[in-house]
């Protein structure tokens, strides 16, 4: 592909996609007035797609506990939102190419609030599961729509840097909100308030939509990928419930034919995609370097960063004692971190330094307060303040400065036509992430405390020890995940350039 001279680092495509970019986007070259108030309507849509993913864990006791629920089935509260989630966003991203980003962020929110409402009141696990379902499937039209709007709104390099940056903390520090907000809730309130408070924000939002820019019309008559539809979603349904099932071991059938059929049909959809007349995800938005560099950045993170929420929640309820409440609380520093280093910090270097220096560096500074809590010990005194706190600072606003520009160019310079597609990948890397996060380092943490336990025995002291020690060796592994990221993010977003403007 070539590149731009000069001082832009943000990755170009050829210059016949340069020129249709230009005439679909010269009418409509004054910003749009409403354009920072359409924002907030997009980031409270994400909010809720982002905190749903989490809300529910510090609430899975008390959930079950109301509903009956068993603790084989109890995983599923999660697992029925993350599957169709992850699996559809796809199909959802080249449905708001077809149909309108603003058509389908409206419908994704509507239905997102119903089914909200429709596992709030569920009277049994069944109903919220398919309540959970629904709302996967929702967010996963109602997420690409939104990160493809942020791409027709903010055209002009400075507005889209702290426009992304905004969007980056919302992404980014949206779980860790949910962690403390799920603990309110419950302990305040009930756990069915973890869910019946998405409704009046989608509400809100869905009333906001007219800020939002109107769908254009098009000539290009786009048909349905049926087989890359059938492909890739099913590939990546396959992956994810694999990841899901991974407790019951990497060698389990189930979960070693699912990871395999899930590759099968994913390399099959790449070699398909290259024939069809209209792709599901057109070849070339992920075959540029630097994209596809950017969409492993934003999904790699997510493996130790999901892991993190886990190991964290255990150490604290499990280990120190901490109560719901005081647990989310201590969330609070990373999730501002990651506030602080998205909105603040990486949209104003964005501007004047390379993409690549400033992921590489932010992923660095993420890997070193990684490092801190492989120290952790079961009787570590004054633990939050010397270990917990300065980690999840600095993890914090690695993990900002780094989503911030790698969401900037993932989805740079894609054409108007595949903005969807391009914004479907960002959060497919994302989701894929998390679940192979929560799956690999569970696994990680398990493998280490039964070797623990069998070279010291199994008192209840050398229990606790050894659970710590899990902890610690799997947080060390995705330290090890951190700094491979690093090592790509440098080898593969090369821009030559000194600035990403």
Sequence with gaps: MARKPGNSAVPV????????????????????????????????????????????????????????????????????????????LLLGGRVADAFGRRRVFAIGILGFGLASLLGGAAPDPGTLFVARALQGAFAAALAPAALALINTLFTEPGERGRAFGVYGAVSGGGAAVGLLAGGLLTEYLDWRWCLYVNAPVA?????????????????????????????????????????????????????????????????????????VPDPLLPPRVVAHRVRGGSFLVVGLPQIGLFG???????????????????????????????AVGSSLIAARLLPRTRPRTLIVGALLAAATGMALLTRLEADTPQVYPTHLLPAQILIGLGIGCMMMPAMHTATAE?????????????????QVGGALGV????????????????????SP???????????????????????????????????????AG
């Design 203 to 275: 509400l809100l939002a869905l009333l906001g939509c007219r800020l939002l820019p109107c769908d254009r019309r098009t000539d290009r008559t786009v048909r349905l990928d049926l087989p890359g539809t059938l492909l890739g979603c099913g590939g990546l349904v396959a992956i994810v419930y694999a990841f899901a099932e991974a407790e019951r071991g990497w060698g389990d059938p189930l979960v070693v034919g699912l990871l395999g059929l899930g590759v099968l049909m994913l390399v099959t959809f790449a070699l398909v995609e290259r024939r």
């Design 13 to 88: 495509e050829s210059a016949a996609l340069r020129e249709g970019t230009r005439d679909q986007e010269g009418a409509s070259a004054a910003p749009d007035p409403r354009r920072w108030w359409g924002l907030v309507v997009i980031l409270a849509a994400q909010l809720l797609v982002v905190l749903d993913g989490t809300i529910v864990n510090i609430a899975l006791p008390s959930v079950q506990d109301d509903l009956g629920m068993s603790d084989t089935s109890r995983p599923w509260v999660i697992t029925a939102y993350t599957l169709p989630f992850g699996g559809l």
């Design 439 to 458: 799956a690999l380092l569970n696994t990680v943490s398990t493998g280490a405390t039964a070797a623990y336990l069998r070279e010291h025995g199994d």
């Design 414 to 430: 894609v054409a108007p036509h595949e903005a969807g597609a391009a914004a479907a990948v960002v959060n497919s890397a994302q």
């Design 308 to 338: 993190l929420f886990l190991f964290l929640t255990y150490y604290l309820q499990g280990i120190l004692g901490y109560s719901p409440v005081l647990t989310g609380v201590a969330f609070l520093p990373l999730g501002l971190g990651i």
């Design 461 to 499: 002291a050398a229990t606790v020890d050894g659970t710590v020690h899990g902890y610690t060796v799997a947080i060390g592994f995705a330290v090890g995940v951190l700094l491979l990221t690093a090592l790509l993010a440098w080898v593969l977003i090369d821009s030559r350039s000194e600035k």
